[in-house]
């Protein structure tokens, strides 16, 4: 399997930021790290080789980025205000700035045929970033997995809420989106995998997913949402079932 490690300074974020990529073509999907984590973790839990048949076929191509939550969602001591501001500059590293290296990275791995979209994925907190980055911004992005995701900046902030926390509460503007926005037909040309268990540490992810599942429905955009048995827990053992389960189905 092909694998490329990158190391990039980031002109919104000021500093070197890593990610790697895991595949030689195929469909490219960016894959965001669980809360606070790093961008070899979906290396290290097995997440990659779990879906490595697909990678080896050249159906898949993962871009697997480091996440800064420790300074944004999950920096619980510092004022929110703070929190936030920041996390915009890690929207604009990975809009502005690694969207386009994948497209590029892609492009040249798929004999220069330039893909229609990104796939997103992410578990926990990751799917929040996964889903929210699709939802923000449609144009750049074409799919999401989220597994055992909240989609609600309450779990991180509290009762805090500005412009700029609510621009990442997918469920906040999905919420308050009419239906005739014109992203509301571009999602519905977008493959969406929302998934949560029903088992232990699961009830905030089935509580998010529920709601998602409404207001997709209200909108009428399509969506797969699937609810595993009460045995499937929060963690990876069966993020790594899921992840294949589903990108078997999209790639």
């Known amino acids: 399997m092909h694998t490329a490690y990158y190391n990039e300074y980031s002109y919104h974020l000021d500093r070197m930021m890593e990610f790697k990529v ?20 979906f290396e290290n839990f097995g997440m990659v080789g779990a ?19 420790w300074e944004t969602w999950a920096a619980f001591d510092r004022e929110c205000r703070g929190r936030i501001e920041r996390h915009e500059a890690y929207a604009r590293y990975i809009t502005e700035e690694l969207a386009p290296r994948i497209f590029e990275i892609n492009q040249w791995s798929n004999d220069g045929q330039r893909a229609g979209g990104i796939l997103t994925a992410g578990c926990s907190l990751g799917a929040l970033h996964a889903v929210n980055f699709m939802f923000r911004w449609p144009d750049l992005f074409n799919g999401t997995v ?30 308050q989106m009419p239906a005739d926005h014109p992203y509301v037909q571009k999602y519905r040309s977008c493959d969406i995998v929302l998934c949560c268990g029903q088992g232990d540490w699961e009830q ?29 827990v929060h963690d990876w053992p069966w993020w790594r079932k899921q992840f294949l389960y589903f990108m078997n189905r999209l790639c």
């Open 146 to 175: 989220g597994l055992s995701g909240i989609y609600s900046s309450k779990w991180y902030f509290g009762s805090y809420m500005d412009d700029l926390v609510y621009n990442n509460s997918t469920i906040d503007y999905l919420d």
């Open 204 to 232: 905030e992810a089935q509580q998010d997913t529920h709601r998602m599942q409404e207001l997709l429905g209200y909108k009428n955009i399509p969506a797969w949402i699937d609810y595993w048995g009460s045995d499937v």
């Open 51 to 69: 879906v490595q048949e697909l990678l080896e076929q050249g159906r898949l191509q993962l871009f697997a980025c480091d996440s800064i939550d």
């Open 22 to 41: 895991y595949g030689h073509a195929g469909r490219p999907c960016l894959v965001f790290p669980a809360q606070s984590g790093r961008f070899y973790d």
